[in-house]
């Protein structure tokens, strides 16, 4: 079935220990979302590449980068994690980024605990 | 600014009927959206609303008015699966999506 995976489900890290968190596509999509989700509050979009085309959300920390490689991957490093950072990581891809019921589909999802 | 708000959390009975109101303020319109979300899962896809009026999907149905910025999603038939976060988005007119915080909704035997 085509999906979208993410790496690794469960992430526990260290005050200031980088992590990289991974995510994978098999739906063939131009356009690739990572977004932050704390409990109980809204998704809140990080990134998104528009096939190479990266765009930074204005208010996305320095802390937060991402590469893509291909189109089929997707990366998020967290170059300092501080404790404000644990949250669940949802990367999210669609086949583009506008018109019509253009809908998102998500991975799973990674738990980041920060200690 | 611009703001999607729905109410935190909900209770109905199993089998019952329940509303979850979105009401939205935001710099243009390019479609609503509704997701469910299950505790520590992925938020998937339920509806699409672009037009005013009623999309029905099965147990489950979405309502627009663009005038008055008002959505709403009927689950009928309720039934214990359905216990869930329901998130309300919107996309923009620059088709960004803006997301509220979700409706816990708890369904009771």
């Known amino acids: 079935d085509a999906m979208v995976i993410q790496n690794p489900r469960y992430q526990v890290t260290q005050f200031g220990k980088p992590v990289t968190l991974s995510c994978s596509q098999t739906?063939?999509?131009?356009?690739m979302y990572w977004y932050q989700q704390k409990s109980s509050q809204a998704p809140k979009l990080l990134f998104h590449?528009?096939?190479?085309?990266?765009?930074n959300e204005a208010d996305t920390p320095d802390n937060f980068q991402s590469r893509r490689p291909n189109t089929s991957f997707c990366f998020l490093d967290i170059r300092s994690p501080g404790l404000g950072d644990a949250a669940m990581y949802l990367c999210?891809?669609?086949?583009?980024?506008?018109?019509?019921?253009?809908?998102?589909?998500f991975g799973a999802g990674s738990r980041l605990t920060v200690l | 600014g611009q703001n999607i708000d729905q109410p935190t959390e909900m209770t109905a009975t199993e089998g019952a009927i329940v509303q979850i109101n979105c009401t939205y303020q935001?710099?243009?319109?390019?479609?609503l959206f509704w997701y469910q979300q299950h505790a520590g899962e992925a938020p998937t896809f339920l509806s699409y609303?672009?037009l005013d009026g009623l999309e029905e999907k099965g147990r489950f149905s979405s309502f627009l008015s663009r005038s008055k910025g008002y959505s709403y999603l009927l689950l009928k038939e309720l039934q214990m699966k359905d216990s869930a976060s329901y998130l309300c988005?919107?996309?923009?007119?620059?088709?960004?999506?803006?997301w509220g915080a979700g409706t816990k909704l708890i369904i009771k035997p």
């Open positions: 590449y528009y096939d190479k085309d990266f765009n």
């Open positions: 988005a919107v996309r923009d007119s620059n088709y960004q999506l803006i």
């Open positions: 739906l063939n999509h131009n356009v």
């Open positions: 609303n672009v």
């Open positions: 999210a891809t669609s086949r583009d980024g506008g018109s019509g019921a253009n809908v998102l589909t």
């Open positions: 935001t710099s243009g319109f390019n479609g």
